[in-house]
């Protein structure tokens, strides 16, 4: 009975610290999810401004083309290949990697909870089956200790015989009480 109360004890504590952790994991969780819409919005912004710079520069391209190609006909492919395409910037190369480290994060912070939460579970059956097991033991005791003082009853109100000075069921309570 002691062991069983003992694993009570060490699966409520462990209860509590599994608890605790995921309020944790949680407050974790909604911060990188913050982190997450703000790259997000970071990354769009960064991305209608590199469409709107791609439009001025094939603007650019194409006017510049056309004047070439009335002063040179011949030489209007040339100005391509002189004028290189823009290059990516790294700051939006910098926000995908921060937007893909996140999403990492926040996808093992999700899985973590999610062990967390089934360790809860099985902790809070293992818990559960403890305490009937030990509603189970403390009926028996208790109907254990019935028949036993029954028993004793009986056998000291067949054993000794009345003489007067005390009656056999104070006899009897007398020894239940030692």
């Known amino acids: 009975m002691f062991r069983i109360e003992e694993g009570l004890e060490k699966d409520a504590e462990d209860i509590t610290t599994l608890v605790t952790s995921i309020a944790g994991l949680r407050e974790e969780k909604d911060g990188r999810d913050e982190e997450l819409e703000q790259a997000r919005t970071n990354q ?93 033991v403390q009926k028996a005791a208790e109907e254990a200790q019935g028949k036993w003082q029954t028993h004793i009853r009986a056998s000291i109100f067949l054993t000794e015989p009345c003489n007067g000075r005390e009656s056999a069921a104070s006899v009897a309570e007398q020894s239940l009480s030692e």
């Not at 209608?48 to 006909?73: C, G, H, Y």
């Not at 990516?88 to 926000?95: A, F, N, W």
């Open 44 to 136: 769009a912004k960064a991305r209608a401004a590199v469409a709107k710079a791609e439009k001025r520069i094939k603007k650019a391209e194409k006017t510049l083309e056309d004047k070439a190609s009335t002063v040179l006909p011949s030489h209007s492919g040339l100005l391509r290949a002189i004028v290189p395409p823009p290059p990516q910037k790294p700051e939006l190369l910098t926000v995908e990697a921060s937007v893909a480290h996140s999403t990492r994060k926040l996808n093992n912070a999700q899985k973590l909870q999610e062990q967390v939460s089934k360790e809860v579970e099985k902790q809070t059956t293992k818990v559960l089956g403890y305490q009937r097991d030990l509603e189970t």
